[in-house]
């Protein structure tokens, strides 16, 4: 079993489904209001135990309702909590979600996120040290993405960055990740002054540009790959890049090449959007396996 740390964001999700989005200064009636578990890192932690990794998270959430809420569905989901820390001086994160039009828009209030700092991450090296993987996402401080970037690579853990929500990032970072997974319009955040082309071919099997419906394209050191999506009827789109992170760190853990182990993120991440709620359409490692 594969050995997969998760560092960023927990959150409760505040999900409104409506036919359309509202115009400024518009009101709408709605079809459907729910609170779920999610956040980035608290996504992809769960997204990688249902896939079978042995699965740590490195985070915070508040000492309140919310809070017990996401430790429970952590337990739930046997993903390990020796790292998560309830703070007294903080609310929980939340995410305010619109689903509408087939898509979803999303405001981020980032609570007691903000307090997973460099001096935190420092309680966790030894489960750093140890892991086959590290995953970590920016809806937490730009310092410790770069702290974790330091010490993944004095460590040579590999490092998977999420750069989501999309923010210029060092190059120092860019050196040290294994790994970046932007979509398109983070991609043109990242690589303000290149082409998406030039981006890829400067970072030849790091860079990995998820396309949404037309999948995942890289550069091999000789040509473009575009591995291809898979077409399903999408319910709910939250999570489906959070999917995707998780089951290409559980693949790449288990030896499986760049090319297999996207075609099995971009499997995982189709079966997700088909139920509603970032964890709730997460799929099993069988339920990906057999629709492989």
Do not use: W
């Not at 915070?60 to 703070?87: A, M, Q, S, W």
Request: net charge negative.
């Amino acid at each position: 079993m594969s050995k997969i740390v998760v560092i960023g964001s927990s959150s409760i999700d505040l999900v409104v489904s409506a036919s359309k989005r509202p115009n400024a200064g518009e009101t709408i009636i709605g079809d459907s209001f729910k609170t779920v578990p999610g956040g980035k890192g608290a996504n992809q932690a769960v997204a990688a135990a249902r896939l079978g990794a042995e699965v740590y998270m490195i985070g915070c959430v508040g000492k309140d309702n919310y809070g017990n809420t996401i430790l429970d569905n952590f337990r739930n989901n046997n993903v390990c909590i020796d790292f998560v820390e309830p703070v007294t001086h903080s609310e929980t994160g939340t995410a305010h979600i619109v689903l509408a039009e087939g898509d979803n828009s999303i405001i981020v209030v980032k609570g007691a996120n903000d307090y997973i700092t460099p001096d935190f991450i420092n309680k966790a090296k030894s489960v750093i040290q140890t892991a086959d993987i590290v995953l970590i996402q920016q809806e937490i401080p730009e310092e410790t993405v770069e702290h974790v970037a330091e010490l993944c690579d004095f460590f040579q853990v590999p490092l998977i960055l999420n750069p989501a929500p999309a923010r210029v990032i060092s190059e120092n970072v860019i050196e040290k990740a294994a790994y970046l997974t932007p979509n398109e319009h983070e991609t043109s955040i990242l690589f303000e002054d290149m082409t998406k082309e030039e981006a890829l071919r400067k970072y030849p099997n790091k860079l990995l540009i998820t396309e949404g419906r037309n999948g995942v394209r890289y550069f091999n050191g000789e040509v473009e790959v575009l591995v291809p999506s898979y077409n399903v009827e999408a319910v709910d789109t939250t999570g489906a890049g959070d999917t995707f992170n998780a089951a290409f760190a559980v693949a790449l853990s288990e030896g499986k090449s760049i090319e297999n182990s996207l075609q099995f993120a971009n499997r995982a991440a189709s079966l997700s959007v088909m139920k509603f709620g970032a964890q709730g359409g997460m799929p099993t490692r069988s339920e990906v396996e057999r629709n492989l």
